[in-house]
C-alpha cells in the first residue's frame, strides 16, 4: 500500500510543469550572486538573500528578467526619441499626455540604464546559462552534442557538455595553486578535482564537486578557529603540512513550485556578507533532506533534516580490532534541523521567521520530518526532564530591504535564550541571542561603486550546550557565525570593477573577543556581561585584485595586514599575535 502510496506522488510530480534544471549552483567564487545583487539595488531585480544558493534555472529566470527589461528600457527610449523628431514641440505643449510617459520613462529608464559593463557583465553570464535561460523558447536550438571542448556563439566553452532535449551533462577538472608569505614565512596551497552536473527531462537534476587539499608552510592554519574560511576535516598533519579533501554535490527534483532532494551543500542561510548567523560556510558541508516550497511569489517555505559529526565518542559501541587491539571509534550521532518561513509583503521587502533544533543520542525522530510543526512543542513532548532535558532550540529572524534609492537594508537576529519579561526589566544577562544588521549601497557617490558596512554582536552562550553532541557545530566547527559567542565584529568593505572581469576589493574589520568559562555558568543568574573574561582584539586590513579570463579561469593577487592581541597566551598562535603582513598570488580554475 505504501508503495503505492509513494509511486503515486511521483508520477504526479512527474507531469506538472516544471521550471527546469534542480541543480544548485555554488556561491562561491561565482560572481553572477555579486551581479545579481548589484541589479537588485539598481532595481531591475528582487534576488533572494536569506538563502543565496539558487539553481542554474533560477539563476537564468533572473537573468532573462534583467536583459527583458533592459531591452524595454532601450525600446521605450527609442518611441521617446523617435516622438520628439516627429512633434517636436507641439509634444511638449500636450501637459498631461507629456506628463504620463515621462512618469513611466523615468521609472523605466532610471532603473533599467545599464552601463557599457553591466551589460557585458550580462553577455558573459548569459554565455554561462545560456540553456537555462531559453529552454522554452521556440526558437530555441537545444540540441548540442559535440562533447569535448564543446563551444558555440551563444555557450561558454566547457572541457566537456552535452545536451539534447533529454539529457545535460557537464564535466570540467578543477585546481587551485596559492604562493605567498604569512607572518615571514612563506605558505603554499595547491588543490585539485573535478565538478559535474546534469539533469535529466528537467526535472531531475544531480551535481558532484571534489577537491583535494594541501596546505604547507610554519604558519599553516590547522584550526582555522579565528577566519571565515571553511573548516576541514584532516586526513593528514604533520611536518608543517596538511591535506584535507571536500566533497559536495545533491539529487534533486525541481518544478514551478518545490525543489527537494537529498543534498550535501554548503548552504548559508540569513542575511549577511562577511558570515552568517543561522547557517554559514565555516563549517564542513553536511549530508541532509532538502526542501523548499513556493506556491505564490511572496510566499516561500524551508526545510533541513541534517546528520552531523559530533566529535563525541561512543563508548559502548566503541571496540578494539586485531591490529595491534587499535579501537575501532564510533561518534554519538547528531542532527541538524532547520525550517522557516519567508513572505513577502511588499516585493522589494522579505520577512523570514524559523526555528532550528540540534538533538541527537537517539535514531532521527520522524517528528522532526514534518516540516509544519513547531519544533520546541515537539521538543517538550519527547524529553522527560532532568539528565534528558530538552534539546538545542533556537529561533530566527530575519529581513532584506531594497530600496528604490539603490541601497538594501537587512538584519538577522538568532535567539539561543530570550525572555521579554526580564529584557523589559532591564535583566538582560541570560539572555542569550546574536543579532547582524547591514548595509549595502551600490552607484553612491563613484559610479559603479559597491560599499557594504556590517556590524555583528554575539552575547556569551549563544551556540553552546550542556551536552556536548547538542552544541551549534559540526566536526566542532560553528554551523553559524564563524566570531562565535561573547563576541562583536564590524567589517566595511568597497567593491570596484574596471572592466568585465577585473575587481578591486578593498575591506576592513575589527572584532573583539571574551573569553568562556565553565558551561555550568551558563545556566546560572544573573549570566555573564558581554565580552566578560580575557579579551582578545583582532584589526585586520585587505586588498585584493582579481581577473576571471576565461568562464571559471580566474587569477587574484591579495595583501593584509593583521594585528592582534590576546590576553589568553593559550588561544592564539604564537605567530598570529601583534602586526603581520600577507600576501599572496592564486590561480584557479572551476573552483
Given at each position: 500500500?505504501?508503495?503505492?502510496?509513494?509511486?503515486?506522488?511521483?508520477?504526479?510530480?512527474?507531469?506538472?510543469?516544471?521550471?527546469?534544471?534542480?541543480?544548485?549552483?555554488?556561491?562561491?567564487?561565482?560572481?553572477?550572486?555579486?551581479?545579481?545583487?548589484?541589479?537588485?539595488?539598481?532595481?531591475?531585480?528582487?534576488?533572494?538573500?536569506?538563502?543565496?544558493?539558487?539553481?542554474?534555472?533560477?539563476?537564468?529566470?533572473?537573468?532573462?528578467?534583467?536583459?527583458?527589461?533592459?531591452?524595454?528600457?532601450?525600446?521605450?527610449?527609442?518611441?521617446?526619441?523617435?516622438?520628439?523628431?516627429?512633434?517636436?514641440?507641439?509634444?511638449?505643449?500636450?501637459?498631461?499626455?507629456?506628463?504620463?510617459?515621462?512618469?513611466?520613462?523615468?521609472?523605466v529608464g532610471s532603473q533599467l540604464s545599464l552601463t557599457t559593463l553591466e551589460k557585458e557583465e550580462l553577455e558573459w553570464y548569459k554565455k554561462e546559462y545560456y540553456d537555462e535561460m531559453n529552454r522554452g523558447n521556440e526558437n530555441y536550438?537545444?540540441?548540442?552534442?559535440?562533447?569535448?571542448?564543446?563551444?558555440?556563439?551563444?555557450?561558454?566553452?566547457?572541457?566537456?557538455?552535452?545536451?539534447?532535449?533529454?539529457?545535460?551533462?557537464?564535466?570540467?577538472?578543477?585546481?587551485?595553486?596559492?604562493?605567498?608569505?604569512?607572518?615571514?614565512?612563506?605558505?603554499?596551497?595547491?588543490?585539485?578535482?573535478?565538478?559535474?552536473?546534469?539533469?535529466?527531462?528537467?526535472?531531475?537534476?544531480?551535481?558532484?564537486?571534489?577537491?583535494?587539499?594541501?596546505?604547507?608552510?610554519?604558519?599553516?592554519?590547522?584550526?582555522?578557529?579565528?577566519?571565515?574560511e571553511t573548516g576541514s576535516v584532516l586526513s593528514q598533519n604533520k611536518n608543517n603540512s596538511i591535506e584535507f579533501s571536500e566533497t559536495t554535490g545533491s539529487i534533486l527534483y525541481g518544478n514551478s513550485w518545490i525543489t527537494t532532494g537529498?543534498?550535501?551543500?554548503?548552504?548559508?542561510?540569513?542575511?549577511?556578507?562577511?558570515?552568517?548567523?543561522?547557517?554559514?560556510?565555516?563549517?564542513?558541508?553536511f549530508p541532509s533532506i532538502y526542501f523548499r516550497l513556493t506556491p505564490a511569489k511572496w510566499f516561500t517555505y524551508y526545510f533541513m533534516h541534517g546528520w552531523l559529526l559530533s566529535r563525541v565518542t561512543d563508548s559502548l559501541a566503541t571496540?578494539?580490532?586485531?591490529?595491534?587491539?587499535?579501537?575501532?571509534?564510533?561518534?554519538?550521532?547528531?542532527?541538524?534541523?532547520?525550517?522557516?518561513?519567508?513572505?513577502?509583503?511588499?516585493?522589494?521587502?522579505?520577512?523570514?521567521?524559523?526555528?532550528?533544533?540540534?538533538?541527537?543520542?537517539?535514531?532521527?525522530?520522524?517528528?522532526?520530518?514534518?516540516?509544519?510543526?513547531?519544533?520546541?512543542?515537539?521538543?517538550?513532548?519527547?524529553?522527560?526532564?532532568?539528565?534528558?532535558?530538552?534539546?538545542?532550540?533556537?529561533?530566527?529572524?530575519?529581513?532584506?530591504?531594497?530600496?528604490?534609492?539603490?541601497?538594501?537594508?537587512?538584519?538577522?537576529?538568532?535567539?539561543?535564550?530570550?525572555?521579554?519579561?526580564?529584557?523589559?526589566?532591564?535583566?538582560?544577562?541570560?539572555?542569550?541571542?546574536?543579532?547582524?544588521?547591514?548595509?549595502?549601497?551600490?552607484?553612491?557617490?563613484?559610479?559603479?561603486?559597491?560599499?557594504?558596512?556590517?556590524?555583528?554582536?554575539?552575547?556569551?552562550?549563544?551556540?553552546?550546550?550542556?551536552?556536548?553532541?547538542?552544541?551549534?557545530?559540526?566536526?566542532?566547527?560553528?554551523?553559524?557565525?564563524?566570531?562565535?559567542?561573547?563576541?562583536?565584529?564590524?567589517?566595511?568593505?568597497?567593491?570596484?570593477?574596471?572592466?568585465?572581469?577585473?575587481?578591486?576589493?578593498?575591506?576592513?574589520?575589527?572584532?573583539?573577543?571574551?573569553?568562556?568559562?565553565?558551561?555550568?555558568?551558563?545556566?546560572?543568574?544573573?549570566?555573564?556581561?558581554?565580552?566578560?573574561?580575557?579579551?582578545?582584539?583582532?584589526?585586520?586590513?585587505?586588498?585584493?585584485?582579481?581577473?576571471?579570463?576565461?568562464?571559471?579561469?580566474?587569477?587574484?593577487?591579495?595583501?593584509?595586514?593583521?594585528?592582534?592581541?590576546?590576553?589568553?597566551?593559550?588561544?592564539?598562535?604564537?605567530?598570529?599575535?601583534?602586526?603581520?603582513?600577507?600576501?599572496?598570488?592564486?590561480?584557479?580554475?572551476?573552483?
Amino acid at each position: 500500500m505504501k508503495s503505492k502510496v509513494v509511486l503515486t506522488l511521483i508520477l504526479i510530480l512527474i507531469q506538472i510543469p516544471s521550471l527546469g534544471q534542480a541543480v544548485f549552483e555554488p556561491v562561491k567564487p561565482h560572481g553572477v550572486y555579486e551581479y545579481l545583487e548589484r541589479m537588485s539595488l539598481k532595481g531591475v531585480i528582487i534576488s533572494n538573500e536569506f538563502q543565496k544558493q539558487l539553481t542554474r534555472k533560477e539563476i537564468g529566470e533572473y537573468l532573462k528578467g534583467i536583459e527583458g527589461l533592459m531591452n524595454e528600457g532601450l525600446k521605450n527610449e527609442g518611441l521617446k526619441n523617435e516622438r520628439q523628431g516627429a512633434e517636436g514641440s507641439w509634444q511638449r505643449a500636450v501637459s498631461s499626455q507629456q506628463s504620463a510617459v515621462s512618469s513611466r520613462q523615468s521609472a523605466v529608464g532610471s532603473q533599467l540604464s545599464l552601463t557599457t559593463l553591466e551589460k557585458e557583465e550580462l553577455e558573459w553570464y548569459k554565455k554561462e546559462y545560456y540553456d537555462e535561460m531559453n529552454r522554452g523558447n521556440e526558437n530555441y536550438v537545444s540540441d548540442l552534442q559535440d562533447g569535448v571542448l564543446n563551444r558555440s556563439n551563444e555557450r561558454r566553452m566547457r572541457p566537456f557538455y552535452y545536451h539534447d532535449s533529454l539529457f545535460t551533462f557537464s564535466f570540467s577538472p578543477s585546481f587551485l595553486i596559492t604562493m605567498g608569505s604569512i607572518a615571514k614565512e612563506s605558505y603554499y596551497k595547491r588543490a585539485w578535482g573535478f565538478k559535474m552536473y546534469g539533469e535529466i527531462d528537467q526535472h531531475f537534476g544531480f551535481s558532484l564537486r571534489f577537491e583535494e587539499n594541501l596546505e604547507e608552510g610554519k604558519t599553516v592554519d590547522i584550526t582555522k578557529q579565528f577566519t571565515p574560511e571553511t573548516g576541514s576535516v584532516l586526513s593528514q598533519n604533520k611536518n608543517n603540512s596538511i591535506e584535507f579533501s571536500e566533497t559536495t554535490g545533491s539529487i534533486l527534483y525541481g518544478n514551478s513550485w518545490i525543489t527537494t532532494g537529498l543534498t550535501k551543500e554548503f548552504f548559508t542561510l540569513g542575511s549577511g556578507y562577511r558570515s552568517q548567523l543561522v547557517l554559514s560556510t565555516k563549517a564542513p558541508s553536511f549530508p541532509s533532506i532538502y526542501f523548499r516550497l513556493t506556491p505564490a511569489k511572496w510566499f516561500t517555505y524551508y526545510f533541513m533534516h541534517g546528520w552531523l559529526l559530533s566529535r563525541v565518542t561512543d563508548s559502548l559501541a566503541t571496540y578494539r580490532t586485531e591490529l595491534n587491539g587499535n579501537p575501532r571509534t564510533f561518534e554519538r550521532e547528531k542532527y541538524f534541523v532547520m525550517h522557516a518561513l519567508q513572505i513577502k509583503p511588499i516585493e522589494n521587502l522579505s520577512v523570514t521567521v524559523g526555528e532550528t533544533i540540534i538533538y541527537s543520542d537517539k535514531s532521527p525522530y520522524m517528528g522532526y520530518f514534518i516540516p509544519f510543526l513547531f519544533y520546541r512543542s515537539v521538543d517538550h513532548a519527547i524529553t522527560f526532564g532532568g539528565a534528558e532535558s530538552g534539546n538545542n532550540g533556537s529561533i530566527f529572524m530575519d529581513w532584506n530591504y531594497y530600496h528604490p534609492l539603490g541601497f538594501k537594508l537587512y538584519g538577522s537576529a538568532f535567539l539561543d535564550e530570550f525572555s521579554l519579561t526580564r529584557f523589559l526589566k532591564g535583566e538582560s544577562d541570560r539572555n542569550q541571542f546574536g543579532y547582524t544588521v547591514g548595509t549595502a549601497v551600490y552607484d553612491f557617490g563613484v559610479h559603479g561603486l559597491m560599499t557594504r558596512l556590517e556590524y555583528t554582536r554575539i552575547l556569551p552562550w549563544v551556540y553552546s550546550n550542556w551536552i556536548p553532541t547538542q552544541t551549534y557545530t559540526n566536526a566542532n566547527y560553528l554551523l553559524g557565525h564563524f566570531i562565535g559567542q561573547n563576541a562583536d565584529q564590524i567589517f566595511l568593505q568597497f567593491d570596484y570593477r574596471f572592466i568585465r572581469g577585473l575587481e578591486t576589493k578593498v575591506w576592513g574589520e575589527y572584532i573583539r573577543r571574551g573569553g568562556m568559562s565553565a558551561i555550568a555558568n551558563q545556566y546560572e543568574d544573573p549570566g555573564e556581561a558581554f565580552l566578560y573574561g580575557l579579551r582578545r582584539n583582532e584589526t585586520n586590513i585587505g586588498f585584493e585584485v582579481s581577473y576571471e579570463y576565461l568562464h571559471d579561469l580566474l587569477g587574484k593577487v591579495y595583501y593584509q595586514y593583521s594585528n592582534v592581541t590576546d590576553e589568553d597566551k593559550t588561544r592564539t598562535p604564537s605567530w598570529e599575535i601583534g602586526a603581520n603582513h600577507s600576501f599572496g598570488v592564486s590561480l584557479l580554475y572551476g573552483l
